[in-house]
């Protein structure tokens, strides 16, 4: 990672050993964090989306089947998205355009405020 010539320490770089334990307990952390951040936007958007990659949340969604000469496949556009993914450090996307051959839900999300049965609440409760 580093040049020969140049040292770790010479660029400013430190690099912290983390044992398995302390990498589980940061994605769990990571995890738990996502959540909270969902349950934080969730009540800003009017779509769930869900392909076989990704999750999202949407204001405007557009789905369209493609026809080819042997096959299908779909063609997504969202618009003022949020991207459930624990490694993006910027969830808040503009557009998104997805294309696939899977399965594609899109569900609209109701008016009403979403409640989470307590039993299946993580963490901090308001």
Known sequence: ?????ISCEQ???DFIEMDENDFEDYDR?????????YRDVVKM?????ETERRFYLCN???LKRID???DFYFELN???VWVWDIYRTDRFVKQVKVMTFKD???EEIGSQELEIPEELAVGDQP
């Open 11 to 13: 660029l400013g770089l």
């Open 60 to 62: 405007d969604v557009e």
């Open 104 to 106: 594609v839900n899109v």
């Open 68 to 70: 080819t000469a042997t």
């Open 45 to 49: 958007f009017r779509y769930v989306v």
């Open 29 to 37: 952390d990571a995890e738990l964090s996502l959540y909270r951040e």
């Open 78 to 80: 969202m618009q003022d």
């Open 1 to 5: 990672m580093c040049d020969e010539e």
